[in-house]
């Protein structure tokens, strides 16, 4: 072996040796370097910091539903003393966990969970509630934390939105088209149930020359209350509408003839009694009602029922009006 060779050797050698020291070295280096940032990163004054900056209530709760961790929008809502707290208790004043609340369900599914909900405690506001399950590295839901964005905004905006489309703009009962649908589900539910349904059919008397004689302003002022006058008596369950001009219909329930007769009668006598007063005008204005059952007259659809309901009317109206009218089919008229 030459000198050259015996050189190399030994270069290569000593290369072996070196090679994992430096490597060891620039590790070593790059750990004290990473360690020196480290010294001035507090995690838990980061995480405080980032989200204390979201307009947003967000929280953390344990699976005690214990309120570990707030930030600065949560401690401004729902007070500084939030931390070890039940979130079921500050958010919807209840003593214990229900399926409802958004904890309870991420704990239960251990996925997200989306839902708006209306909270009495934070003023009866409306909020898009997200809440995230936190895992370990099993996949143990340990915490989950939780979002409230306030959209009481948008969503009164979006439910005046609604009540445009189905509700008439100057009386604030159903319009026709949401009648008609509330009629058609009624209508099926009861021939499933077994059930009945009535029908009433509501028509003031001599409303258009009243009109011609008062104004139209007079007009819109006498529908407007007795619109009111018929949502005042009759039950919560049934359904008041605005079918045209100075017609109404009220649909009742499980409510056979007779009850829909007694119901009837009464908003007749109310009605009757009524004094529909302005600056120029002050009158009592009558109206004629006209009344149809399921299990008394067995219409065949919804358009029957509001036929039958309508003939009665026109009954009535033709009888002096002020009156209720119970419709009869024309085979018995004829006899």
């Given at each position: 072996m030459n000198r050259a060779e015996n050189i190399a050797e030994k270069i290569s050698a000593e290369k072996q040796i070196v090679t994992p020291r430096i490597r060891e070295t620039n590790k070593e280096d790059e750990i004290k370097s990473k360690k020196g940032i480290c010294r001035f990163i507090d995690d838990a004054g980061l995480w405080q910091q980032t989200f204390d900056?979201?307009?947003?209530?967000?929280?953390?709760?344990?699976?005690?539903?214990?309120?570990?961790?707030?930030?600065?929008?949560?401690?401004?809502?729902?007070?500084?003393?939030?931390?070890?707290?039940?979130?079921?208790?500050?958010?919807?004043?209840?003593?214990?966990?229900?399926?409802?609340?958004?904890?309870?369900?991420?704990?239960?599914?251990?996925?997200?969970?989306?839902?708006?909900?209306?909270?009495?405690?934070?003023?009866?506001?409306?909020?898009?509630?997200?809440?995230?399950?936190?895992?370990?590295?099993?996949?143990?839901?340990?915490q989950s934390m939780h979002l409230y964005r306030d959209i009481t905004e948008q969503k009164?905006?979006?439910?005046?939105?609604?009540?445009?489309?189905?509700?008439?703009?100057?009386?604030?009962?159903?319009?026709?088209?949401?009648?008609?649908?509330?009629?058609?589900?009624?209508?099926?539910?009861?021939?499933?149930?077994l059930s009945d349904l009535s029908l009433l059919v509501l028509d003031l008397d001599f409303f258009k020359p009243l009109v011609k004689i008062c104004g139209h302003s007079y007009g819109d002022l006498v529908l407007k209350e007795f619109a009111d006058l018929l949502q005042n008596r009759i039950r919560r369950t049934d359904i008041c509408a605005r079918l045209r001009g100075d017609q109404f219909a009220i649909l009742l329930p499980d409510a056979d003839l007779d009850e829909g007769v007694m119901?009837?009668?009464?908003?007749?006598?109310?009605?009757?009694?009524?004094?529909?007063?302005?600056?120029?005008?002050?009158?009592?204005?009558?109206?004629?009602?006209?009344?149809?059952?399921?299990?008394?007259?067995?219409?065949?659809?919804?358009?029957?029922?509001?036929?039958?309901?309508?003939?009665?009317?026109?009954?009535?109206?033709?009888?002096?009006?002020?009156?209720?009218?119970?419709?009869?089919p024309l085979e018995l008229l004829q006899k």
């Open positions: 900056a979201s307009p947003d209530i967000i929280f953390i709760v344990d699976r005690e539903f214990s309120i570990i961790r707030a930030n600065l929008k949560a401690r401004q809502e729902l007070g500084e003393d939030i931390i070890g707290r039940k979130c079921f208790k500050i958010m919807y004043g209840i003593d214990d966990p229900f399926s409802h609340c958004p904890a309870c369900r991420v704990f239960q599914t251990g996925v997200p969970v989306t839902i708006e909900q209306k909270i009495l405690q934070l003023e009866d506001r409306w909020f898009a509630v997200s809440a995230h399950p936190i895992t370990d590295e099993h996949g143990f839901v340990w009164e905006m979006s439910l005046k939105l609604k009540e445009l489309e189905i509700k008439d703009t100057l009386t604030g009962v159903y319009n026709r088209r949401h009648f008609n649908e509330i009629f058609q589900r009624e209508f099926d539910l009861a021939f499933r149930r119901i009837a009668k009464n908003i007749h006598a109310i009605a009757e009694q009524n004094v529909y007063e302005d600056q120029d005008n002050c009158r009592q204005i009558t109206v004629s009602i006209g009344l149809a059952a399921i299990n008394a007259h067995a219409p065949d659809s919804t358009e029957d029922m509001l036929t039958f309901a309508q003939m009665a009317m026109h009954e009535a109206k033709d009888e002096g009006g002020n009156r209720v009218g119970i419709y009869t």
